[in-house]
């Protein structure tokens, strides 16, 4: 596991404050691996999900940092979402 998914497995998790996500979200980082947020929490994994999040390592780390809103790496690009925008927009609030 990569450093930058290490970390930001961790940071989720803190986030999540030992709370599931209700739906199954997969982060991708570009050149780091993947994410997958689920009722269990976070975890390195490629697993099949209601949503998929891509960015690169650096956007993501400043959406973690609280640096950048998700909805505006969304909508200027830095953020592709594919599949439920819902469970997008609910993991949204969450990382914001």
Do not use: H, W, Y
């Amino acid at each position: 596991m990569s450093k930058v998914i290490d970390k930001a497995v961790a940071a989720l998790n803190d986030r999540l404050s030992g709370n599931g996500f209700d739906s199954v979200a997969k982060f991708v980082l570009d050149g780091a691996g993947s994410i997958v947020i689920d009722a269990g929490g976070a975890r390195e994994g490629d697993d099949a999900a209601d949503v998929t999040l891509t960015a690169s390592a650096e956007v993501f780390e400043q959406i973690l940092a609280g640096e950048l809103n998700p909805t505006a790496a969304f909508m200027s690009g830095r953020l592709a979402v594919d599949g439920d925008m819902g469970a997008a927009m609910r993991l949204g609030s969450l990382l914001a």
